[in-house]
T-cell receptor, first 112, second 113 residues
Framework: GEQVEQLPSSLIVQEGASVLINCSYT??????FPWYKQEPGKRLQFIID?????ERKQTQRLTLLFDKKTKHLSLHITATQPGDSAIYFC???????????FGSGTRLLVSP | GPKVLQIPSHQIIDMGQMVTLNCDPV?????FYWYKQILGQQMEFLVN????????KSKLFKDQFSVERPDGSYFTLKIQPTALEDSAVYFC???????????FGSGTRLLVI
């Protein structure tokens, strides 16, 4: 079945820096890729998504790039703030059903 | 925004006993999900549920597991009997459509002793 890998597993940056989180998946039939953020002690929260017929999506300080050929996504966060500190999860959904497979997460710490 | 509520937040139970985890999904959502996360590991899909039926389930969804949502009330995950390896955080989620993003609950931390 589908497997989703994320790198790096953790990141520490200073406020104002940009970060890049990479994600790869194995099932070429996957069509939908939502990302979630989990702040310490809080629930997972949807932040951005992309479908397989798109290459790029941007919302505020988030840019999500998708490469169907290499089965790779990358989430770019600009002008990071301490409030961005959280675990970021990449996920993928195939065409055969509605379940979403999650990566293991990238722990981001933004220091003031 | 709309939230998914999970009750209880924590549960400690003796091995072999039955446990029911409750989830109150977003009111207009139609699809419901359970995920399991063992400490330090990936969040793994258990089951999804639509129109009163299980649509998909993983190999983690053992015969001892069952889900239901009687008459639009709580979406429940029942484990009977529980085993030590069932100790984990169980996350409930709901979505409006099958291909839309999820709204997650805060999780129920289950400890089987």
């Amino acid at each position: 079945g589908e497997q989703v890998e994320q790198l790096p597993s953790s990141l520490i940056v200073q406020e104002g820096a940009s970060v890049l989180i990479n994600c790869s998946y194995t099932d070429s039939a996957s069509v939908y890729f939502p990302w979630y953020k989990q702040e310490p002690g809080k629930r997972l929260q949807f932040i951005i998504d992309i479908r397989s017929n798109m290459e790029r999506k941007q919302t505020q300080r988030l840019t999500l790039l998708f490469d169907k050929k290499t089965k790779h996504l990358s989430l770019h966060i600009t002008a990071t703030q301490p409030g961005d500190s959280a675990i970021y999860f990449c996920s993928a959904r195939g065409t055969g059903g509605y379940k979403v497979v999650f990566g293991s997460g990238t722990r981001l710490l933004v220091s003031p | 925004g709309p939230k998914v509520l999970q009750i209880p937040s924590h549960q400690i139970i003796d091995m072999g006993q039955m446990v029911t985890l409750n989830c109150d999904p977003v009111s207009n959502h139609l699809y419901f999900y359970w995920y399991k996360q063992i400490l330090g590991q990936q969040m793994e899909f258990l089951v999804n549920f639509y129109n009163g039926k299980v649509m998909e389930k993983s190999k983690l969804f053992k015969d001892q597991f069952s889900v239901e949502r009687p008459d639009g009330s709580y979406f429940t995950l029942k484990i009977q009997p529980t085993a030590l390896e069932d100790s984990a955080v169980y996350f409930c989620a709901s979505s409006l459509f099958g291909d839309s993003d999820y709204t997650f609950g805060s999780g129920t931390r289950l400890l089987v002793i």
